[in-house]
């Protein structure tokens, strides 16, 4: 489930197809991702792999734009991989595909790096624009998604906290109070023209001050965002 369905459509200046590494122990879901993804305009499955330890090699040899992760595999489950390959591959997007809602695996897979994620049973217009929207940066993650995640960081925060920082580390104390603002909004579940309607911005202000965000605090999506946001104490638990 996601917010609203990203569009399905290429990022500007995005001229070659967008490549996609399906990665599922299930070879009848890995069939269909690599089936749907493949009769998609602009995109391209470069690769299946069943369990993480193959997808992680996979994606240091070929490099996609995008990962579909299931969780639960043999030999290495999907979390792990997920932390692996945001290191070795940090230009490629992971998005978390499975059949399993609880924190078991939500929660940690967005923590290891994971720009999003989405359920088996979406729809595949939803999963097709799910790929293009974490590519593109955005976040993939329903509200109670984002709620689940704020209060496993506020559970455990004196761990992994400010208690925590280093000399120079980002803390957040350079953000405006605009930024603090959308930072907010954005901890909410709220998308981008929601928080452009809010603060009466254009879609176009709140991107460049979502881009700053990220920069301040040494992140690369929105994603990571909250969960930087949420461990410095920056955003409170609540979507109201």
Not at 52 to 71: K, N, S, T
Not at 95 to 105: D, G
Not at 165 to 170: A, H, N, Q, T
Request: proline content about 8%; glycine content about 8%; charged content about 20%.
């Amino acid at each position: 489930m996601v917010q609203t369905p990203p569009a399905m459509t290429p990022a500007p200046g995005h001229s070659r197809p967008l490549t996609v590494l399906v990665v599922d122990d299930q070879p009848l879901m890995s069939g269909a991702l690599k089936t749907l993804i493949g009769s998609a305009p602009h995109m391209e499955c470069v690769g299946v792999a069943a369990n993480g330890e193959e997808a992680v090699e996979a994606c240091i040899a070929v490099r996609p734009d995008v990962v579909l992760m299931d969780m639960q595999m043999p030999v290495m489950g999907g979390v792990e991989a997920t932390a692996r390959i945001t290191e070795a591959c940090p230009d490629t997007r992971v998005l978390a595909i499975t059949t399993f809602t609880s924190e078991q695996y939500l929660v940690p897979a967005l923590r290891a790096g994971a720009a999003g994620y989405l359920l088996k049973d979406a729809e595949p217009t939803v999963i097709l624009g799910a790929i293009w929207g974490v590519h593109r940066g955005e976040s993939v993650l329903a509200p109670a998604v984002t709620a689940k995640l704020l209060a496993s960081i506020e559970h455990d925060r004196p761990v992994v906290g400010r208690a925590q920082l280093k000399p120079g580390d980002p803390d957040g104390s350079d953000l405006t109070p605009r930024e603090r603002e959308i930072l907010q909004l954005l901890a909410r579940g709220r998308s981008n023209p929601e928080i452009a309607q809010s603060l009466s911005l254009s879609e176009s202000t709140v991107k460049a001050n979502l881009t700053r965000i990220m920069d301040k605090l040494e992140v690369r999506d929105r994603v990571q965002v909250i969960i930087r946001a949420a461990q410095l104490g920056l955003v409170t638990l609540s979507l109201d």
